[in-house]
């Protein structure tokens, strides 16, 4: 019995950094539309941005230091 719809979903590997630094970023506090924002800019230190959140900072500073 064929499926009605078959459609393969292909990420890319930029895609798949992209949903996986968004992750990081929403567990340690940034709120989601922040997350993904910060996510996609490539020019900005994942790990930094992590730490200034664990070391205390707000997230919305964080980002206004980031960018």
């Known amino acids: 019995m064929p499926a009605a719809?078959?459609?393969?979903?292909?990420?890319?590997?930029?895609?798949?950094?992209?949903r996986w630094r968004t992750s990081e970023l929403m567990r340690v506090g940034f709120p989601?539309?922040?997350?993904?924002a910060l996510a996609a800019r490539f020019d900005v230190d994942l790990h930094d941005a992590i730490s200034l959140v664990q070391r205390g900072c707000p997230p919305p500073l964080a980002i206004r230091i980031l960018s």
């Open 32 to 36: 989601g539309d922040d997350a993904v």
């Open 5 to 18: 719809h078959d459609t393969d979903i292909v990420e890319t590997e930029a895609e798949r950094v992209e």
